[in-house]
């Protein structure tokens, strides 16, 4: 199979087209591939045929004459297609040994584009005889090494005690020869690779996605920088609960013998505050801005309990709780993305891979956990109406704005939030669409749920209803 | 594409069945009306999620119902593939360069004949040329033959005192042959089923029922009233005569399709309820009202009755008044 056939903008489009067709017909899509329309041999250039239309049911006693007619040929078009064999050419095959004790298969001879973002390379002690050597090597993780078998472009050996390449007549035989069957009865099960992560893994890179790992297998396995995390605001430390104790007796006291807190005493100043500003500024444009700041700190002073995901949760995890299933497992980059594989860039998905019959739903404590680990996103940008001129010219996509480092705030400013009225005022760009920003969320994970065989993703948001007030 | 009577092998690991030769995959389409999911990446049509292939991944109903009605045995897979002996190696080895070889020759006699055909004019010296071509051809066939013999030995003593296989890549040739065709190149077809391996062996492995795989520890469904009940749910369903799919984008455990998947719509989302005692919600009968509706189809709930062994189904649809 030649490279120029393994780019995934080959055939990019025609996926694109049949994804738009599902969206439209909610009612038909459970259609199946019509294997019929699939080219019977590799053709110069591959393309993906839209999908058949189906009958409602067959006729009586077993389906007409056509129906029967239609379905052999079906049929046949499938297995026609499923019995054609790996093919590659001498001059493009890559050669790999897979070691079951370490669960990685160590690359012999590297061709093609696959390895840009696959494989890494691990410095190995090898036993020369008597004299011991540390010589760096590629390897490659058990879902990298069974995918590259499957789509036909490597040839994996199995390591075994018996160097065949010693016995004469077998120079060029590295081990056992796997076959793809082989390959996924032993690569699967090792080194935390379920079927359902091997599936999810080889239907983003069958995409064009370049996809690894989330928590390095091994030290030597590169991963992107850490995100720069952003404090939480109310950290419930263990001083932090001794002190609330300590205080609990004297706020009691204090409560007996000073008048119930007046709530209408910051409103009254910010409503001052405001009403000032629209006196000053009352002709004019901006009248109706200054309204809209005001009227958000009189919302923002009526809310007495603290809100949004930076208060601390009042579940906690039960503490024999077994390992959560939803950990992020892939880093997912889009194929446009530069990828260097010695130094990954921040992810541009993180996906949690689950067993769709045996996982629940994720509950607030495991999803907080999720979103705790990472990083904040900047707002949508809301859609621009372009020509498609503009589009097709590619434009280049806006720098993200920095993410806001917010101080934390004093212990005065914590205990009495009325006094410090103007301390962050919501500076939001003007343009932005607060219900575009509130269905997409603060922080996103995908999770793919992965039952026998099919995948559904899902895309978990971090609402932030907190900071957009309907009061607009 | 008839098996008759012969018992289609699922090769076990890790707790999944797969199906890896096209045979059975058509046998168990046709014959015994059970479907599965394609799984894999299809050589020449790698880059798309539309089209897969080999292997067929069963779901575990499906497998539990084969066993039961002796229509499949389970192999465990990881164990089948036995350690070859050296013989057998070089046996594999054998074949793959006469393959290689013989592609090669049939490739340089296609280019000889080629160039011979440009260069000369006259029909006869044409066909002088060719034969004289066909003769060289045939000489060099045996002396590659003789060569890809000859050469392995001296090779293997020089290269004999580095024990591990993982020798410097330069050193193994490209191609068995490489006097002559350095520069060009052949097909290599790679293995995907292990059937054809003469290493491959399920004898001893090889379980007939549910309960013998489970008591070996390859296979653990089902393993509880509610999986038993889906087991069961399913059998009943396709005894009736359905084809059968996974529900879960359309949140159910089954599809149920009239005929095969491949030419007709699924007619119902079925859920499995696992007792008669479990109650379900009215939210999911509105929420599967709404769902089954919208994709023009009926919702079925499937009850499970473990004392008296059947199944009840009861089927909902929007009623459409106003």
């Known amino acids: 199979m030649d490279d120029t056939l393994e780019r995934p903008n080959v055939v990019s489009k025609p996926v694109d087209a049949v994804d738009g067709d ?99 390379s691990v410095a190995r002690t090898a036993s020369l005889d ?18 590259l078998v499957e789509r036909g472009a490597m040839l ?100 007996l013998f000073v008048p119930r807190f007046d709530w209408w005493q910051p409103i009254r100043t910010s409503c001052l505050h405001g009403a000032f500003n629209i006196r000053a500024v009352h002709h004019g444009l901006c009248r109706c801005t200054v309204l809209c700041v005001g009227l958000g700190h009189l919302f923002q002073s009526l809310r007495f309990l603290p809100g949004g995901h930076n208060a601390p949760l009042h579940v906690q995890a039960r503490p024999r709780a077994p390992v959560s299933p939803y950990q992020i497992f892939y880093n997912v980059y889009k194929p446009s993305t530069p990828f260097k594989k010695t130094a990954p860039p921040p992810p541009e998905y993180s996906v949690v891979v689950v067993n769709a019959r045996t996982t629940p739903m994720p509950t607030l404590t495991e999803l907080t956990s999720l979103f705790g680990v990472l990083p904040e996103l ?57 219900f575009l920003s509130l ?14 065989g099919m995948t559904s993703f899902f895309r978990f948001g971090e609402g932030v209803f907190t900071e957009w007030p309907m009061v607009l | ?71 499949a045995v389970l192999v465990d897979d990881p164990t089948a593939h036995r ?87 330069a050193q193994r040739p490209s191609t068995p042959t490489p006097s002559a065709q350095t520069a060009s190149a052949f097909t290599v077809t790679l293995p995907g089923s292990s059937s054809d391996l003469s290493w491959y062996d399920s004898q001893g492995c090889t379980y007939e029922t549910v309960a013998d795989a489970q008591a070996a520890g390859i296979w653990t469904y089902p393993a509880d009233l509610h999986e038993r009940a889906k087991c069961r749910v399913f059998r009943d369903l396709w005894e009736k005569g359905n084809f059968m799919g996974g529900g879960v984008r359309f949140g159910g455990d089954f599809l149920v399709y009239p005929g095969d998947p491949m030419r007709y719509h699924s007619h119902f989302v079925a859920t499995v309820v696992s007792s008669p005692l479990s109650t379900i919600k009215p939210m999911e009968i509105v929420a599967h009202g709404r769902l089954g509706t919208a994709t023009k189809k009926a919702h079925l709930f499937c009850g499970w009755d473990d004392e008296k062994q059947e199944v009840s189904y009861f089927s909902i649809e929007w009623a459409g008044f106003g």
């Not at chain 2, 076990?12 to 009306?33: F, G, M, P, Q, T």
Request: charged content about 25%; hydrophobic content about 35%.
């Open chain 1, 22 to 120: 599902d969206e439209q017909s909610s009612g038909d899509e459970d259609q199946g591939p019509d294997w019929t329309k699939l080219p019977s041999a590799p053709t110069a250039r591959p393309f993906i045929p839209k999908r058949g239309e189906k009958d409602f049911e067959p006729n009586a006693s077993g389906g007409s004459g056509l129906q029967r007619h239609v379905l052999d040929r079906s049929r046949h078009a499938m297995l026609e297609a499923l019995s054609a064999p790996r093919t590659i050419s001498s001059k493009s095959i890559s050669y790999a040994v897979w070691h079951p004790d370490l669960a990685r298969a160590h690359v012999t001879l590297s061709r093609g584009i696959h390895f840009a973002s696959m494989g890494h």
């Open chain 1, 130 to 147: 008597s004299a011991k050597k540390i010589h760096k090597r590629l390897e490659l993780l058990p879902e990298e090494t069974l995918y």
């Open chain 1, 156 to 255: 994996c050996w199995k390591a075994c005690e018996l160097a065949p390449s010693d016995t004469p007549g077998l120079e060029d035989v590295e081990g056992i020869p796997m076959t793809v069957q082989q390959a996924f009865a032993e690569m699967i099960g090792t080194a935390d690779l379920t079927l359902e992560k091997y599936q999810v893994f080889a239907y983003l890179k069958r995409l064009g996605y370049a996809v690894t790992r989330t928590k390095p297998p091994n030290p030597e396995y590169p991963i992107p920088p850490p995100f720069e995390q952003p404090q939480r605001r109310y950290q419930s430390s263990f001083l932090h609960k001794v002190l609330s104790v300590v205080l609990w007796p004297l706020r009691a006291l204090q409560s």
């Open chain 1, 378 to 434: 900047p707002p949508p940008l809301p859609r621009k109406r372009q020509s498609f001129v503009q589009q097709k010219a590619g434009t280049a996509p806006p720098p993200a704005p920095a993410p806001k480092t917010q101080l934390p705030p004093s212990r005065m400013q914590r205990f009495f939030p009325w006094a410090f009225p103007s301390t962050s005022p919501p500076e939001l760009p003007r343009n932005i669409n607060p």
């Open chain 1, 439 to 452: 269905k997409t969320g603060k922080k996103m994970v995908v999770v793919a749920a992965v039952d026998a």
């Open chain 2, 1 to 71: 594409m008839s098996s008759g009577g012969r018992k289609i092998p699922l090769r076990v690991s890790n707790n999944k069945a797969y199906v890896w030769d096209i045979d059975d995959i058509a046998a168990l389409r046709a014959e015994h009306h059970i479907c599965g999911v394609l799984t894999g990446t299809l050589p020449h049509l790698s880059q798309q999620n539309v089209f897969l292939g080999p292997p067929l991944l069963l779901i575990p109903e499906e497998v539990v119902l084969l066993v039961d009605k002796h229509l």
């Open chain 2, 83 to 169: 350690t070859p002996s050296a013989d057998a190696l070089k046996a594999w080895d054998a074949e793959r360069a006469a393959t290689a070889n013989q592609q090669l020759v049939l490739a340089e006699a296609k280019e000889t004949s080629e160039k011979a055909a440009k260069l000369s004019m006259s029909e006869e010296a044409l066909r002088k040329r060719q034969e004289r071509e066909e003769k060289r051809a045939a000489a060099a066939r045996a002396k590659a033959l003789a060569e890809g013999e000859d050469v392995a030995a001296p090779e293997a003593s020089g290269s004999g005192s580095i024990a591990i296989p993982t020798a410097p890549v």
